[in-house]
């Protein structure tokens, strides 16, 4: 082991840590990182204030968001979230917290995950508050496309 290696092994003995995470974790299980290199296409995220206010917003973001999720939907946990599980697991690390939205932590196996940003899988209406799985939401679009072209 390095000496750099014995010092934070040293330093953090009998402390209680936590993983602070992003893109950076979950770019090897194929989630382009959303401001690097590996993403392509606009890098202007939508503003809050404005999927609130605007409906055309709101449009945008369903539109780009149809088209992404089945790179979500599919992605897997690698070596990294597998490493955290193993720490957590051994009581090195208390939990994760995670600025990711695409609970890659959860399916590798993390207990203790706190989603700074939410998770892409679960969608809150913004009318009545109510939750359902983002696959259900998908379904919708989808179905609401073909129909679209179909009354063409």
């Known amino acids: 082991m390095s000496t750099e290696l014995d010092a934070l092994a040293a ?80 009581g090195t690390l208390a939990g994760i917290i995670t600025q990711n939205v695409d609970r890659l932590h959860h399916q590798a196996g993390s207990r203790q995950v706190v989603e700074l940003h939410g998770a892409i899988a679960d969608v809150r209406c913004i009318a009545c508050g109510g939750h359902e799985p983002r696959a259900a939401v998908q379904e919708r679009l989808l179905a609401a496309k073909r129909l679209a072209v179909d009354l063409g």
Not at 15 to 36: F, H, K, M, Q
Request: aromatic fraction near 8%; charged fraction near 25%.
């Open 11 to 90: 330093l953090l003995a009998g402390r209680r840590i936590v993983a602070l995470t992003g893109a950076g974790c979950s770019t090897e299980s194929g989630i382009p990182d959303y401001r690097g290199g590996g993403r392509t296409g606009p890098r202007n995220p939508i503003q809050h204030d404005a999927f609130m206010r605007k409906p055309e917003v709101r449009r945008r973001y369903w539109a780009r968001a149809t088209l992404g999720w089945e790179r979500f939907k599919a992605a897997r946990p690698n070596p990294a979230h597998a490493a955290l599980v193993e720490l957590e697991a051994s």
